[in-house]
């Protein structure tokens, strides 16, 4: 797998700490959460560098993960101003780019999750494993202990498409994602 990068996401106190970052659910954080805000200060760089999904790059070929050590602190440094809590997931993946060149820093593996390469990173493991695939279980952060148990899991999903209507499950780029909670110094 290569290193990505790292994405911010507004901290949910909950069971699951996936890549899933709409915050359309309580939870489910919130991915790169100064995108909207009023200032503007870290959307362009955002569009620019980590988003680039939407200017035309192919699906699983870019993981909309920072390399940017300086923006992340800068971000981060943002958040702690306003109060805000967040976390930051180094992804790891089987798509090529961006590569980022990690540091030496304290991380917590946290599992592995199968979602959307960029954006909010919609997760199929959150939305759909607990009434779906409730055969599979998940370790203590709502995402599969292993590469192993995910591959079943995916394999399940694309037999159960199978036999279902299109569009019963969530289509889209998905990837499967190796995640670390990490902690900057």
């Known amino acids: 797998m290569y290193i990505n990068g790292v994405v911010i996401q507004r901290y949910a ?18 991915n790169w959460f100064f995108n909207d805000d009023d200032a ?19 699906d699983s070929s870019w993981i909309g993960a920072c390399t940017d050590l300086g923006y992340i602190r800068k971000y981060a440094d943002e958040a702690e101003k306003r109060g805000i809590r967040y976390r930051l997931l180094l992804c790891e993946t089987d798509v090529p780019a961006p590569i980022f060149d990690c540091p030496e820093v304290e991380k917590k593996f946290l599992g ?61 780029d998905f990837v499967v ?8 110094k």
């Not at 009434?131 to 952060?141: G, I, M």
Request: glycine content about 8%.
């Open 13 to 30: 106190d909950n069971a699951y700490k996936g890549i899933d970052g709409s915050g359309y659910s309580a939870n489910t954080g919130l």
């Open 40 to 58: 503007g200060e870290f959307e362009p760089y955002y569009d620019e560098n980590i988003g680039r999904t939407y200017y035309d790059i192919p």
């Open 112 to 172: 592995y999750d199968y979602a959307y390469s960029t954006f909010d990173n919609y997760s199929a493991v959150y939305n759909e494993v607990p009434s779906v695939f409730p055969q599979f279980k998940l370790n203590e952060y709502g995402l599969f202990q292993t590469r192993e148990e995910i591959d079943a899991y995916i394999a399940e999903r694309e037999r159960f498409k199978q036999c279902h209507p299109p569009l019963t499950l969530e289509e889209g």
């Open 177 to 184: 994602y190796r995640l670390h909670e990490i902690y900057l």
